[in-house]
């Protein structure tokens, strides 16, 4: 699928009630997407199965919180985070993501299962949004990209650490 979609500015949303569910392999590549991601993503199933879940990714995400989820969920631990996805068009949409490994028998991963609510706007606005654009910049501040998320990742890992919490207790910290 091309990336070089231009950003609309206009935010989808979706019920309370609605949960988004995608299943990938260990690699991150997609093999189930429920009825609302294909919605929310504007895509088809026969667009999505197959594609890395990064197919989804959103330019101004940070990747130090990609790095973060990775870290965790390889680890075989679960992690929760705020994530601003991309839909097809354009247009972009939040999510409270919450991704766990799926294991196989003999306890090895053998693949990754996220469920994805809809999120506290005011949180979003106050706090994420912010931290979000704080992490960017040192992202983009480095000509490597690996170094810039290495040097936000480091930032991340600091403001985390002067809070005195995990990242999971920081975002639970958000919830009301």
């Known amino acids: 699928m091309a990336r070089d979609v231009t950003l609309t500015g206009v935010e989808r949303t979706f019920d309370d009630n609605e949960i988004i569910v995608s299943k990938t392999d260990p690699s991150g590549r997609l093999i189930y997407a429920n009825d609302v991601f294909l919605r929310l993503a504007g895509m088809t199933e026969a667009e999505t ?3 890395p879940h ?3 990714r959103h330019p101004e995400m940070p990747r130090c919180v990609f790095k973060l989820l990775w870290d965790t969920i390889s680890a075989g631990k679960e992690l929760f985070a705020y994530v601003v ?3 097809k068009n ?3 949409y939040w999510v409270l993501a919450h991704v766990t490994p799926s294991f196989g028998p003999s306890g090895e991963i053998v693949g990754y299962h996220s469920n994805r609510r809809t999120v506290d706007k005011q949180v979003i ?7 979000y654009k704080q992490l960017l910049d040192i992202e983009k501040s480095h ?3 690996k170094d810039g998320m290495n040097a ?3 930032k991340l890992l600091k403001i985390l650490e002067e809070k005195g919490v995990a990242y999971d207790e920081f975002i639970f910290s958000l919830q009301r």
């Open 54 to 56: 990064s197919v989804i």
């Open 125 to 131: 606005k106050t706090v994420i949004e912010p931290l």
């Open 143 to 145: 000509s490597n990209a």
């Open 152 to 154: 936000a990742f480091k």
């Open 49 to 51: 199965l197959g594609q």
């Open 90 to 92: 354009g247009d972009h």
């Open 85 to 87: 996805n991309r839909s």
